[in-house]
């Protein structure tokens, strides 16, 4: 299988990726790669490594995670190794969004953590699905596509 680049430049990331399908969001990842949940990796096979991407607010998410765990440095090795063989997705072009949908929520009175807005503005920006279990935090975020794929045979 071919891996992606560990990170997109700032100038590959001035289009839109047009051509991939899924960010995974951090509780995704949480399930995936510190819980094992072998369905999950099945399914990013299944649509191949390529198409999936991670936020950097993931990614710090991650880390955050690993510190927190029992056993820092394997959990650390394992968000590394994320790193390595999956693309990192820049914040750069999604700030405008972000800043839009965070007023039109806070607007309504329905606002969401910025991390989680920050992560659903890099798919929006990027033209992506993002892929979580934590829809409740997302289904708010205007035009998102969300998928859980924790229920996913």
């Known amino acids: 299988m071919t891996l992606l680049p560990n990170s997109v430049t700032r100038e590959q990331q001035t289009e839109p990726l047009k051509n991939y399908e899924t960010i995974l969001a951090r509780y995704q990842y949480y399930y995936i790669l510190l819980k094992g949940m072998v369905n999950l990796n099945k ?13 950097e607010i993931t990614i710090a998410e991650l880390y955050f995670g690993a510190e927190k765990s029992n056993n820092p ?19 750069t072009n999604v700030l405008q969004i972000y800043a839009k949908e965070k007023v039109r929520l806070q607007r309504l009175g ?18 992506l699905i993002l892929v979580t279990n934590n829809s409740k935090h997302f289904e708010r975020i205007e035009n998102l596509e969300i998928e859980d794929w924790t229920n996913s045979e």
């Not at 329905?110 to 990027?126: E, K, Q, R």
């Open 43 to 55: 399914k990013i096979a299944d649509i191949g490594l390529e198409n999936c991407f991670v936020s």
């Open 73 to 91: 440095p394997e959990k650390t090795k394992i968000v590394d190794e994320i790193q390595k063989n999956i693309a990192v997705l820049l914040l």
């Open 110 to 127: 329905t606002p969401v953590d910025d991390f989680d807005l920050l992560i659903a503005a890099t798919a929006l920006a990027n033209k």
